[in-house]
Nanobody, 126 residues
Framework: QVQLVESGGGLVQAGGSLRLSCAVS????????LGWFRQAPGKEREIVAA????????YYADSVKGRFTISRENAKNTVYLQMNSLKPEDTAVYYC???????????????????WGQGTQVTVSS
């Protein structure tokens, strides 16, 4: 059974840091491009960061570039999103996702991701 399980969300003050983790089923982890998306209240879901299967290509949305870091740890079948210098506008539900098509290429649209986690809430207070 394919599973993606996020953890690490919570409440933090502006300027603080959080690290999100997403545990991915083993077979899926080794074959998929992985991404982090977020959805703020009243807004559409948007991509935050993506990383290819081998980790050689990484994408960040302009809004998080220089503050967030995506990484994958093969030994633990886990993808991380390190979030530093958090801002109130980063408040959202964060989802990890896995895409099995074009795993060696970056893809940004939701339609390129086949499997999704349940989401974890990140709230940044001002």
């Amino acid at each position: 059974q394919v599973q993606l399980v996020e953890s690490g969300g919570g409440l933090v003050q502006a300027g603080g840091s959080l690290r999100l983790s997403c545990a991915v089923s083993g077979r899926l982890f080794s074959s998929a491009r992985l991404g982090w998306f977020r959805q703020a209240p009243g807004k559409e879901r948007e991509i935050v960061a993506a990383i290819t299967r081998s980790g050689d290509k990484i994408y960040y949305a302009d809004s998080v570039k220089g503050r967030f870091t995506i990484s994958r740890e093969n030994a633990k079948n886990t993808v991380y999103l390190q979030m530093n210098s958090l801002k109130p506008e980063d408040t959202a539900v964060y989802y990890c996702a896995a895409g099995t098509g074009w795993p060696t290429e970056l893809r940004f649209g939701e339609r390129y991701y086949d499997y999704w986690g349940q989401g974890t809430q990140v709230t940044v207070s001002s």
